[in-house]
């Protein structure tokens, strides 16, 4: 998606989750959303996906949600994650 673009997709949730839950999910891709579009805090996203993995504890799980989010937006949470495990500097910003 396109920086200032309006955002016409829904976020991967599970409808089992608490409003917290969804509400955490929710600002871990919101963070991976900003990492493609004006750039993030490394050290902010990785607090995000600790809090994620919290409420998605499986792997399975969580590369299902990926998957679904990455056909939504574009925008892929593992590349991204992948760039900040191996971060030389403090902000992230994807590459299109």
Same mark, same amino acid.
């Given at each position: ?6 955002? !016409?997709?829904?976020?991967? +949730?599970?409808?089992?989750? %608490? ?7 929710? =600002?871990? #891709?919101? /963070? ?21 993995? !919290?409420?998605?504890?499986? +792997?399975?799980?969580?590369? %299902? ?7 939504? =937006?574009? #925008?892929? /949470? ?19």
């Amino acid at each position: 998606m396109k920086e200032g673009a309006s955002v !016409e997709y829904s976020y991967p +949730i599970n409808l089992d989750w %608490s409003k917290d839950e969804m509400a955490t999910v929710i =600002s871990f #891709y919101q /963070a991976v959303e900003r990492a493609y579009e004006t750039g993030i805090e490394a050290s902010e996203i990785k607090a995000k996906y600790s809090a994620f993995k !919290e409420v998605v504890r499986s +792997i399975g799980e969580e590369k %299902s949600l990926g998957n679904e989010f990455e056909k939504a =937006s574009g #925008y892929s /949470a593992y590349r991204v994650m992948q760039l900040v495990k191996n971060a030389t500097t403090s902000k992230i910003k994807m590459q299109p």
